[in-house]
T-cell receptor
Framework: DQQVKQNSPSLSVQEGRISILNCDYT??????FLWYKKYPAEGPTFLIS?????DKNEDGRFTVFLNKSAKHLSLHIVPSQPGDSAVYFC???????????????FGQGTILTVHP | DTEVTQTPKHLVMGMTNKKSLKCEQH?????MYWYKQKAKKPPELMFV???????INESVPSRFSPECPNSSLLNLHLHALQPEDSALYLC???????????????FGPGTRLTVT
């Protein structure tokens, strides 16, 4: 049962244009969402996150949008740069309740290629 | 300093060997994690330590034995592994989540494990 889905295995965009990466989730208990970037032979690098009480969070060229009713989030990168070429994972975390932990459930990833 | 270090970078071991993976962070994080990542798949959570105590074991076989000797160090002891255990093993750390939301996890570069 895949609770976090990234339905596009790959995305190709031109340098300077907008990259939009999408993510859907099924677990309504998820209340925090994160995007990670991963280069080959490296660990994932945290990019940006959003809490379920917000619908948008912006950090420089990166903006994450959350549509709770549709259980959908997206990452916008504007303008896209060749150095952004990597695998992008969205991840979600459910409320811990009385227990303190931070289990992340990852999507399958989208390979972004930005052409010069 | 947001660095998580992992040693070794690469490890080849036979099915009868005993080996250990090591992870270290100096960010003052009190939650540490082991993930397993197979090729073209997302990271999968194995273990979570919170305040040096094991808080989550995602039904991982006993041939994987985690240890958290102090707040900066996390080990993964390996014994009698199978070839299908070959994967990238990632360590991560974060602040301890309490209540709603989550803190971003910082990942190390991983140990590429091959079981022959």
């Amino acid at each position: 049962d895949q609770q976090v889905k990234q339905n596009s295995p790959s995305l190709s965009v031109q340098e300077g244009r907008i990259s939009i990466l999408n993510c859907d989730y099924t677990n309504s208990m998820f209340d925090y969402f994160l995007w990670y970037k991963k280069y080959p032979a490296e660990g994932p690098t945290f990019l940006i996150s959003i809490s379920s009480i917000k619908d948008k969070n912006e950090d420089g060229r990166f903006t994450v949008f959350l549509n709770k009713s549709a259980k959908h989030l997206s990452l916008h990168i504007v303008p896209s740069q060749p150095g952004d070429s990597a695998v992008y994972f969205c991840a979600a975390s459910a409320r811990a309740g009385g227990t303190s932990y931070g289990k992340l459930t990852f999507g399958q990833g989208t390979i972004l290629t930005v052409h010069p | 300093d947001t660095e998580v270090t992992q040693t070794p970078k690469h490890l080849v071991m036979g099915m009868t060997n005993k080996k250990s993976l090591k992870c270290e962070q100096h960010m003052g994080h009190r939650a540490m994690y082991w993930y397993k990542q197979k090729a073209k798949k997302p990271p999968e959570l194995m273990f979570v330590y919170s305040y040096e105590k094991l808080s989550i074991n995602e039904s991982v076989p006993s041939r994987f034995s985690p240890e958290c000797p102090n707040s900066s160090l996390l080990n993964l002891h390996l014994h009698a592994l199978q070839p299908e255990d070959s994967a990238l093993y990632l360590c991560a750390s974060s602040r301890v989540q309490t209540g709603q939301g989550a803190y971003e996890q910082y990942f190390g570069p991983g140990t590429r494990l091959t079981v022959t």
